[in-house]
């Protein structure tokens, strides 16, 4: 499998009803730019993917494109890092497995930390049900039918909800909409040059949103290169599969060995316990 195959099954396997679909070979969503709307379109072809844009306006393709670009890790060195992690005795028989396998960023970091927060100690296909059902009542219905039907809910959507009307427990609720208050009051930034510091404190002072959460978002939403998401079930039973102590304390002296590319180090560990149509974690 290509580093592509990998990466755009990566998002198919968590593809949002509605909002995303996704066929086995071709990942399409909804996206809200700043003039309009525009549809994605993403097919893995050789040791690449093939990307189409249907948009609303013209003036918004720069955004597109750029979008585009983060989600799929284009902008990364990638045959340095892997000249490096592929020379781990760990590392190296995945890499060799799936070469080019980048880390999937976002084309909203405000989405991506709707679905780290919903999805905790959850399967990834209840995450997708319950994300679903979200979306379905607080996103924008698309006008044209393009075969999917709405975009993701934005913050002001979810701010003024009232959490006792969320399909998850209330805590998660409140977390949820103390999320999306405090990006839609500019008190949190989720976009890819925020400081990570400064986010990962605001993230961590919501009530329900752990470390794990954080480095989530940090590792797909802020472009944090260097993620180790401590304490993570798919990591440990990669680990310990692979003949390694994946408890934390061991786990965290194995991953120091790939700083600065941790967050390379969790793709290729997460994809080894993958099969197709099997996701592995969020």
């Known amino acids: 499998m290509t580093g592509g195959e990998a990466l755009i099954g990566f998002l198919g396997a968590r593809a949002i009803p509605g909002v995303e679909d996704f066929d086995g070979a071709t990942y399409r969503r909804a996206m809200a730019l700043e003039s309009g709307g525009a549809i994605l379109e993403l097919t893995a072809q050789g040791d690449g993917v093939r990307y189409g844009l249907e948009l609303e306006h013209p003036?918004?393709?720069?955004?597109?494109?750029?979008?585009?670009?983060?989600?799929l890790d284009l902008d990364t060195d990638l045959g340095a890092i892997e000249t490096r992690l592929g020379a781990d005795p760990v590392l190296g028989p995945l890499i060799e497995r799936r070469p080019g396998l980048r880390v999937p960023s976002t084309v909203d970091g405000f989405e991506l930390a709707v679905r780290a927060v919903v999805g905790q100690q959850v399967s990834v296909a209840g995450a997708r049900t319950v994300l679903g059902r979200l979306a379905a009542r607080y996103g924008e219905p698309l006008e044209a039918d393009r075969g999917l039907a709405r975009r993701f809910p934005s913050p002001a959507?979810?701010?003024?909800?009232?959490?006792?009307?969320?399909?998850?427990?209330?805590?998660?609720?409140?977390?949820l909409r103390a999320l999306a208050r405090l990006v839609m009051e500019g008190r949190l930034d989720l976009g890819a040059g925020a400081d990570q510091a400064a986010t990962c404190a605001t993230l961590l002072e919501i009530r329900g949103v752990g470390p794990w959460t954080a480095s989530y978002i940090g590792m797909r939403a802020l472009g944090d290169r260097d993620a180790w998401l401590a304490g993570d079930v798919g990591l440990r039973n990669a680990l310990e599969r692979l003949g390694h102590p994946g408890d934390g304390a061991a786990a965290l002296r194995q991953a120091d060995a790939w700083r600065p590319w941790r967050s390379y180090a969790v793709m290729h560990l997460w994809a080894s316990l993958e099969s197709p149509g099997q996701a592995a974690t969020l």
Request: glycine share 4%; aromatic share 6%; with cysteine.
């Open 59 to 71: 003036a918004d393709r720069e955004e597109a494109v750029a979008r585009c670009r983060r989600l």
């Open 157 to 175: 959507a979810l701010a003024a909800a009232d959490p006792a009307d969320f399909p998850f427990p209330r805590v998660r609720g409140e977390a």
